[in-house]
Every structure is written in structure tokens, then in C-alpha cells.
């Protein structure tokens, strides 16, 4: 499986007709595209950040979708009164669901960079470490990490049901992540939390 996330500074006010217009624009155009299994937005309605993300079934789909995306994207930009600031692709190296996320979801996303040669080792420590770790966490609905195999960038992300349980949950997760980047040598870049503004996914398990 692979990903697309495009990252979309919006103004705030205008967060809500981007929602609409990914709802009844964009996720009909996607649908009549072939290998597209997803798509969902994160937004922090406080700075107007967003990040969309699109996945699909292989690598040739990923690609071939560019032209036909492109102006897709566009459109979400247009309707979020915002600007494109980066576009990323991505290997889905894990996803895993414990719940639905639900209408008040919340997520957190780390950004971390490691050697390229080290991107197999952190799968499977992600696996056998924080996962298992998460799903003990009071709110916890569901996990993935993406990776760049050329870069050594990657970004695991959590979501949680609201933001009372992403709030009560940074401690523990603060030490799990510690953990992994104690082990792998690993950089973080950066931790951001958001709203789960819209999610549908088709994305089987990968764990």
C-alpha cells in the first residue's frame, strides 16, 4: 500500500468549506480512479494547517494518479482559502485499527528521520513495541506508519477517540516514542496533534 499526503496551509474560517468540498468533490473524482483505497484530513482548526492524504493499492497507482490528482488538489487549496506548502509519497509500512475512530477523533503524528538502512528494524519494532503499547491506552483507535525507503524519513501516526484521550495519552506516549528513538538513533522532527476532520478508509491491515 502507498500514500500521498499533502500538506495545505488554510485560513481557519474556511476549514469547514474545504470538508464540503472534499465530501462532494473530491471524493467522487477519487472513486473513478483506479487503486484509490482512501482518503482522509487532518486539520488544526487553530492554524489553519491541513494535511490530506490519499492511498492506494500499489506503487503503479500512486503514480499514475498524479496527473489526474493534481488538479483535485488544487481545488481542496481553492476551497481552503489556503496554499500548498509540501506534497509527500509514501510507503504504508503499517495499519492497524483497533476502533472506529468516531466523529470526535483525534490524532498525532511524528515525524522522524533515521538512516535509510534502519527503515526494515523500525517496522518491525513498531510493531512489536508501540503497538502493542498503544492499544493499553484508554482512547486508543488506531495506528499506521509511513516510510520513505530512499530518505529515511518517516511518520507514525495514532488516533484517538477525542481530545480528552489524546490529551491524557502524551505522557505515555512520550515515553514509548522516546524508547524507539533511543534504540534506532533516530531524529525527531516533529510532534503535531489534529482534528480528524474526515477519514474513509478501505485500507486493509497491515501488521
Known sequence: ????????????????RGITYLRTELM???AELEGWVGLSLMVDRA????????AWESEDALRSSRPRVQPLRDGLTQALNGQAQKVEEWEVAVMHRDHLSG????TRCTWMQLDPADIDRMIEMFKTGPLPEFEKI???????LFVDRATGRVVGSTVWSSIEELESSRAQTDRIRSGVIRQLGAEVLEVAEFRLGFAHLRVPELV
Open 138 to 144: 484508554e482512547g486508543f483507535r488506531s495506528a499506521s
Open 103 to 106: 466523529p470526535r477523533a483525534c
Open 28 to 30: 467522487p473524482n477519487l
Open 47 to 54: 492554524t489553519g494547517r491541513c494535511i490530506a492524504t490519499t
Open 1 to 16: 500500500m502507498y500514500a500521498r499526503s499533502s500538506t495545505i496551509a488554510a485560513q481557519p474560517s474556511s476549514i469547514d
